[in-house]
């Protein structure tokens, strides 16, 4: 199948500093990317979608100057958490997938956040 | 609102067994019903899935069925091995983005 990379997989960084998280698709365009976020022992939830070349929708609850995403190409989005705390500590995960409705979702390998 | 009710929530199987974890969604517009596998510390990596113009789809040790009518899907894992032993995910997805909805997940444990 295709490979999402993200990186970094681990990052531990000081409250009020920012965090950037990488997802490359590495051999498809990915039309849309997906950005989760899961808590221990608990399901995937969305937090945002993006489209190449537009803005992000974020699902309801999710602030979107504290969590940025941006989808330059259509090999990479990012997410940037801005002004960390030890409440965004969680594991952020990535998916892209490529043309609407007849393609796999392909998942990053995670990143584990610690703000401290 | 969940929209994709998973069962149960955890597992304990021994070696050998069949594994059976069940879903029921509710938006009859799904149309996409796969099953991810994820490994602690890891993202979800896709397993199978099923479209609903059929009622079974086997892969190797895995196998789903599907019930549109009573809108359940289900996913079995014959000859259950420890190295099965994950969180699995159903989810689904309409035919009018990609967005996937995602049950709430399983812990499967086998037993050697």
């Known amino acids: 199948g295709a490979v999402v990379s993200q990186h970094p997989s681990r990052v531990i960084c000081k409250s009020g500093t920012s965090v950037k998280i990488e997802c490359r698709s590495l051999d498809f365009q990915a039309t849309t990317m997906f950005w989760y976020r899961q808590f221990p022992k608990k399901s995937l939830m969305l937090m945002a979608t993006s489209n190449e070349g537009s803005k992000a929708t974020y699902e309801q609850g999710v602030e979107k100057d504290k969590f940025l995403i941006n989808h330059a190409s259509l090999t990479l989005s990012t997410l940037t958490v801005t002004s960390a705390h030890p409440e965004d500590s969680s594991f952020y995960i990535c998916?892209?997938?490529?043309?609407?409705?007849?393609?796999?979702?392909?998942f990053g390998q995670g990143t584990r956040l610690t703000v401290v | 609102q969940q929209q994709v009710k998973q069962s149960p929530q955890s597992l304990i199987v021994q070696k050998g067994g069949i594994s059976i974890i069940n879903c029921a969604y509710e938006?009859?517009?799904?149309?996409?019903f796969p099953w991810y596998q994820q490994f602690p510390g890891k993202g979800p990596a896709l397993l199978i899935a099923i479209r609903p113009d059929v009622s079974e789809k086997k892969e190797g040790r895995f196998t789903i069925s599907f019930n549109k009518s009573a809108k359940q899907f289900s996913l079995h894992i014959m000859d259950s091995q420890p190295g099965d032993s994950a969180t699995y995910f159903c989810?689904?997805?309409?035919?009018?983005?990609?967005?996937?909805?995602f049950g709430g997940g399983t812990r499967l444990m086998v037993k050697p």
């Open positions: 989810a689904a997805r309409g035919n009018a983005g990609n967005m996937l909805t």
């Open positions: 938006n009859t517009a799904f149309d996409y």
């Open positions: 998916s892209a997938t490529g043309h609407i409705g007849n393609t796999e979702a392909f």
